[in-house]
């Protein structure tokens, strides 16, 4: 049914409240104006046997009843399973109710107050509303059934998911939301482990084919049918596919997979037919074309091996040569003709021959060629090491052994000079690598002018080292390719030199520069009789950094001594000065030239000669540190701390370091005697007093006011953790020493245990002070048990006061309702004008009535709740609409301050949209101000004439209620800020706000 056709029906409503007069005026006002029958009732208890007997299209209570509220008669129907649409129409404004209200499944929560024909159409509007959508759900909840029905028992496989696009807008995945009985058949996966899942998640091999189509069909709206291959699931699917809504695609689907393999099976059959078909052609051509070539190939292979470098036989499984070319001829001495037909054994020499043929007998035997080396006899005699690779050659059918053909290689002079060799490199490399210094061998091509003439044939281990590189870097290069910048360096022309002259030369210390290098080497260049130029080098870069960092050390330490602020003398073993700087001189008000020559004892003001040579005879055994008073120039005297140390050069001296230690000596007397006033201070003051470690909670001292006020004697306090007397836990203790350490908080209510177990409500006022190096906080504790138990009494009756005049607020405000409501029907019929006009002032008085208790309701919230830290930031952006942009330049400021201050900043833009005509927008501006904080609220608007800027702060200035500013000047002055209008009228209104010391912080 829709909602004209619902309009055009009687709705019967039950109408629960207290007040008979209200329900009266309610139904009237009700079947007035609406197609409504109304039931009335003023208890929740009769309300329910009604709904036992009758069904109502809606149920409007009050909240404030006795015996049962509305939120428990709605509790009490939702429990036994009425889902009638509830409206809780009440005068009770309070969030907390607002929110329990629609938790307990209240469909509308409706505050009275305001014109009555305004608050009833807008009643009447949430009824039919209500009502629509209920009937709504239940046909929602039919189909949803029959979907329900339909979706788990089709046989096709059904899944709705959600696309899911990377930064680009792509499809890069989707979602399962939904699938039925017959998808997990057909995929066999669970709809339990995959709904909420990513594809990618559950099958992470999907191909993008699936999600690149699935996206097109969810971010266009086409639908798209097609056959594809899941690599995934291994199966064929029928799929189709279509979009429920932008971003989502559902998908339903058949598994193919039987049909496809067999249609698949049919092709690979069809084509294994075709293939068999074409090789058999194909062989028989190549069996043509194999016949024309191969006598071709003989023929060929005949020439190949007559007339092949290497030496050439060939044997049959007798041993008997066949085959002898004439490379083979050569070897042996033999002539082919002398040799065809003869056994393999003429060949080797008699006391190797059994050996020999043995060894052919087992290459014979296998099927691979075999490498092997052996003697072989010249008809000369001379005996000759040949290398055989062997090769049998069988029939074609691989079962017998036609023939076998070898190929030699004369490698009789090579393993005689491998015996010279190895021993003659050994010591070179030996040599070569063991030097410690860097050596190079170069091979000089060209006329030797450049860096790219000379190539590396070897470096040894130590010039790789200096090179930082791998030998199969470098071999092969050419020095520039190793050093870029080689020509400019001046080697080369050296190496020009000993090429042409053979004549060693010595290249001196220089330094080499590229991107990579910046060393300093020395070269010694010689020429082998190869014509190869050697360089025999080193690179000294760490000597040459040494050299010059010990020269630069040496004109630091003097620069650093001379110039220091601390006083340098140096003293010989006869106790006179050799040396002092220029900060000695100002301590002692000598100049250098004349402390020169001085004897040490000639400035020590307490010590006598002998006494300052005994001093030195004991430094000369172990360094030494203490204190002197020497005598200034002036007579004057002034403390040192001398640091001397004994060195053994120049016949022996002392190295003395000194401190003028004047001032501190001066301030630590005075500190001493400050400490002792305040010790005298701390111990004999009235308040009580104690000094805490914030670390750990330890009382470190206690006075003996506090153990008069605690019960503990002044050791036993010292012996505690403040963690004994405070009543909060550890961790809150620990978060307050933090604020009074970190945050500088000062001022600190808690409520303490005394040792008889009584606890007392205290002030505490806490400062960091620093003893030893070590902060602590110095606290001062007032007893204020009395103040809390006056304050205690104070709020439980305000609370008592508010209680009743939040009843008789309720009260009065559903009768004036009631009277504005007959006041209306009055109005409607009343003919005589001047009767209508006692009407319209009667009517104004009640509504007038209604504002003034209305605002009872803000007023007496004022003061209730502790004041807290509250950012401006997030005060200026609660607020009920955008008409009027805020820029806000507070960010990181809090205010000390009643948690109704939110109302200040939401009565100020009210303010500024009822009475700022013109305005454009509103700027928030923050300050310092001497040691408070000034907040600027400002708009654009006309502005507050200049004798207005003092009175629209008085209760009932204004346009409209007259106490929108009356109550934020209230709400501020409860933590001690100012409100202020300073604008220009006509340009603006501007609001400065003060905030005191102590009740602003930044972030």
């Not at 001594?561 to 000065?577: K, M, N, P, Q, Y």
């Not at 009667?842 to 004041?867: C, K, M, N």
């Not at 509103?922 to 608007?941: A, N």
Request: include cysteine; proline fraction near 3%.
């Amino acid at each position: 049914m829709n909602g004209s056709e619902s309009s055009k029906q009687t709705l019967s409503i039950l109408y629960v409240d207290d007040e008979p007069v209200l329900l009266e005026a309610g139904k009237l006002y009700l079947e007035h104006i609406g197609d409504f029958n109304v039931t009335t009732c003023e208890s929740a208890s009769d309300a329910l046997e009604l709904l036992s007997a009758s069904r109502y299209d809606t149920i409007i209570s009050d909240y404030q009843m006795p015996e049962c509220d509305g939120i428990l008669f709605l509790n009490s129907l939702r429990g036994r399973g009425d889902n009638t649409p509830f409206i809780i129409f009440t005068g009770k404004g309070r969030e907390e109710v607002v929110i329990e209200a629609l938790n307990s499944g209240a469909d509308f929560y409706i505050q009275k107050g305001g014109e009555p024909k305004s608050q009833f159409a807008e009643l009447t509007n949430k009824i039919r509303y209500a009502v629509a959508q209920r009937k709504g759900e239940e046909a929602l909840h039919k189909s949803e059934e029959r979907y329900r029905q339909l979706f788990e028992n089709m046989t096709k496989g059904f899944a709705l998911h959600e696309i899911i696009t990377n930064g680009n807008k792509e499809p890069a995945d989707y979602r399962f939301l939904a699938v039925n009985p017959a998808f997990e058949k057909l995929t066999g996966l669970k709809a339990e482990e995959i709904i909420g899942r990513r594809v990618l998640e559950v099958l992470p091999g999907t191909e993008d084919y699936w999600i690149e189509t699935y996206g097109d069909v969810a971010l266009t709206g086409k639908t798209a049918e097609f056959e594809n291959y899941s690599r995934e699931l291994d199966q064929w699917y029928d799929v189709f596919a279509y979009s429920p809504k932008t971003g989502q695609f559902a998908v339903t689907f058949t598994d193919r997979t039987a049909r496809k393999e067999a249609e698949e099976e049919i092709k690979r059959k069809n084509k294994e037919l075709a293939d068999a078909e074409e090789e058999l052609h194909q062989q028989l051509d190549e069996l043509v074309r194999t016949g024309d070539k191969l006598n071709e190939v003989n023929e060929h292979l005949n020439r190949l091996i007559t007339y092949a470098n290497g030496p050439i036989i060939v044997w049959n499984p007798e041993l008997t040569i066949t085959r002898f070319n004439h490379a083979f001829e050569d070897l042996t001495g033999i002539p082919a003709v002398e040799a065809v037909g003869k056994n393999l054994r003429i060949l080797f020499p008699e006391e190797k021959r059994e050996t020999a043929i043995e060894n052919i007998r087992a290459a014979m035997a296998g099927s691979r060629m075999k490498t092997m080396e052996m003697p072989l006899l010249h008809r000369s005699g001379d005996m000759r090491t040949v290398i055989w690779n062997l090769a049998n050659i069988m029939s074609h059918d691989g079962s017998k052994l036609v023939s076998v053909i070898a190929q030699g290689q004369d490698i009789t002079e090579q393993i005689k000079a491998e015996k010279v060799i190895p021993e003659s490199e050994e010591r070179f490399r030996g040599l070569f690598d063991t030097i410690t210094s860097g050596v190079a061998i170069y091979q000089v091509q060209g006329d030797g002018k450049s860096g790219k003439d000379y190539i590396i044939r070897d470096f040894n281990r130590m010039a790789l080292e200096i090179e930082g590189r791998t030998k199969s870097e470098v071999v092969g290069k050419s020095l520039f390719d190793l050093r870029p910048n080689i020509d400019e360096y001046g080697l080369i022309p050296i190496f020009q030199r000993v090429w042409e002259t053979g004549i060693p030369e010595y290249y001196p210390q220089k330094i080499y520069t590229d991107e990579k290098y910046a060393n300093w080497y020395d070269n010694r260049v010689f020429r082998l009789r190869s014509g190869e130029i050697v360089s025999v080098y080193n690179d000294i870069t760490e000597q040459k950094r040494a050299e010059t960092a010990l020269k630069e050390n040496e004109e630091y330490l003097n620069t650093v001594l001379h110039t220091a602020r601390d006083g340098f003398v140096v003293i010989d073993s006869g106790g006179r000065i050799k040396d002092a700087n220029e900060a000695y001189s100002l301590m002692s008000g000598y100049l250098r030239e004349e402390l020169v020559g001085m004897k040490i004892s000639d400035l020590d003001a307490t010590e006598l000669p002998e006494q300052t040579l005994k001093k030195i005879d004991q430094i000369r055994n172990s360094s030494e540190l203490f204190e002197v008073t020497n005598r200034k120039k002036d007579g004057s005297l002034f403390e040192i701390e001398v640091s001397a140390i004994w060195l053994d050069m120049h016949g022996g001296e002392i190295i003395c370091f000194c401190r003028d230690i004047t001032k501190r000596r001066r301030a630590e007397r005075a500190l001493s005697e400050s400490e002792a006033h305040f010790r005298d201070l701390f111990r004999n003051h009235a308040a009580v007093k104690f000094i805490i470690d914030p670390e750990n909670g330890r009382i470190i001292d206690a006075n003996p006011a506090a153990a008069k006020f605690y019960g503990w004697s002044e050791e036993e306090l010292r012996q505690m953790k403040i963690y004994e007397i405070n009543t909060l836990s550890p961790e809150e203790i620990n978060k307050e020493l933090k604020r009074a350490t970190e945050e500088g908080r000062v001022h600190f209510e808690f409520r303490h245990r005394r040792a008889d177990g009584s606890i007392r409500d205290v002030d505490v006022y806490s400062s960091k002070i620093k003893i030893n190096d070590k902060y602590l906080l110095y606290s001062i504790v007032h007893d204020i048990s009395e103040r809390k138990q006056a304050e205690y009494a104070l709020i439980k009756t305000n609370r008592q006061l508010n209680l009743l005049s939040g009843i008789t607020r309720h009260d009065i405000l559903n009768k004036i309702m009631v009277l504005q409501g007959f006041l209306e029907f009055a109005e409607e019929d009343c003919t005589d004008q001047v009767q209508s006009g006692y009407l319209k002032k009667v009517h104004d008085a009640a509504s007038a009535i209604q504002r003034q208790i209305e605002f009872t309701r803000e007023y007496e919230q004022l003061g209730v709740h502790e004041p807290v830290w509250l950012s401006i930031t997030a005060l200026t952006e609660k607020r009920y609409d955008n008409k009027y942009p805020i820029i806000c330049n507070c960010s990181g400021l809090f205010i000390y301050a009643d948690p109704m201050t939110e109302k200040v900043f939401s009565n100020l833009y009210d303010n500024t949209i009822r009475h700022a005509k013109g305005a454009t927008g509103i700027s928030i501006s923050c300050s310092p101000e001497d040691s408070g904080y000034i907040i600027i609220w400002e708009d654009d608007g006309c502005g507050v004439p200049d004798d207005m800027k003092k009175k629209i702060f008085n209760r009932g200035v204004g346009a409209n209620t007259g106490l929108g500013l009356f109550l934020i000047r209230e709400i501020l002055a409860i933590t001690g800020i100012t409100i202020r209008e300073t604008g220009v009228y006509g340009k603006g209104a501007r609001f400065e706000m003060t905030i005191p010391a102590g009740a602003w912080k930044t972030d």
